[in-house]
């Protein structure tokens, strides 16, 4: 059974001519999919076209990173919609990544973060209302800001089963809060981290049947190879880590469960 990795940025590995072997080492590790990631417009159109020539193998999606947002959030913002114009595969599976981020906001200049973060909020609140629009998922980027994010969600009135908080880094509370609302945690290598047991419990809390993995590479590597770029391939490791450590489950089950997870929550073919 192969894996779908479920967030991925392959940006730096086409810009780099690398992409060739990059997906040549997912599909040995038993990659059969990976959706790469929109976070501003300078990688947009890159992704469509990367969808259109790698087809069932590289999705994508479009979207506004909170860290991408400036004054004019909204001229780009406003470029998003026109991306569901065309027909499979050229068009995103989920519009995202967007949300919140405190962690990136000046820390010496409180006047400039406020600023900042209320552009961010802003761009999210516009993000999600074109979300709802468009009927499609939503991948959440949420850092230093998990109650704000879940709040304008809520306020949204976009359907939480179509709303998925990459790299979930919050405890098995904050995991309590998604299920309850019907809304999914997807998980990077992270969970194989010595000290992430808070994330671990988190995992477990939203249970094997709901589970979404990814890499978020080039960054986030799991273990063994911690402190290395990171690349889709590397889902695998951390698919047999949450099999062994955090599940109990055998390997094939776990890779069954996540991939048609992903499939279901992205539209994705079978």
């Not at 501003?40 to 076209?49: G, K």
């Not at 409180?110 to 709802?132: D, E, T, Y």
């Not at 890499?215 to 062994?244: I, S």
């Not at 991939?259 to 279901?264: F, G, K, Q, Y």
Request: hydrophobic letters at 45%; glycine letters at 10%.
């Amino acid at each position: 059974m192969g894996l779908i990795d479920t967030h991925t940025h392959l940006d730096s590995f086409a810009r780099r001519g690398e992409l060739p072997v990059v997906l040549q080492r997912a599909q040995a590790a038993g990659v059969r999919a990976m959706i790469t990631i929109g976070t501003d417009t300078d990688d947009w159109e890159l992704y469509r076209d990367l969808a259109a020539a790698h087809p069932g193998r590289v999705y994508y999606t479009v979207g506004l990173h909170p860290c991408s947002v400036g004054e004019d959030w909204a001229e780009r913002v406003g470029r998003l919609e026109v991306f569901w114009g065309g027909a499979a595969p050229a068009r995103p599976v989920a519009l995202g990544e967007c949300g919140l981020d405190r962690f990136h906001l000046p820390k010496d200049d409180p006047a400039a973060a406020a600023r900042i973060f209320g552009w961010q909020q802003a761009a999210f609140a516009a993000q999600l209302a074109l979300a709802k629009r468009l009927g499609c998922p939503v991948v959440v980027h949420s850092r230093g800001a998990f109650q704000e994010c879940v709040a304008m969600i809520d306020a949204s009135g976009v359907d939480w089963s179509r709303v998925v908080f990459h790299c979930f880094t919050e405890g098995e509370a904050e995991m309590g809060e998604l299920v309850r609302r019907g809304g999914w945690g997807s998980f990077t290598g992270i969970v194989t981290y010595k000290s992430a047991d808070n994330v671990r419990q988190a995992a477990k809390a939203q249970g094997l049947e709901r589970l979404m993995i990814e890499t978020d590479a080039p960054y986030l590597t799991p273990m063994p190879h911690r402190g290395k770029p990171n690349e889709p391939a590397f889902v695998r490791h951390t698919a047999e880590y949450l099999a062994r450590e955090v599940f109990g489950v055998d390997y094939d089950r776990l890779a069954a469960v996540t991939t048609a997870n992903a499939r279901r929550f992205f539209g994705l073919p079978g």
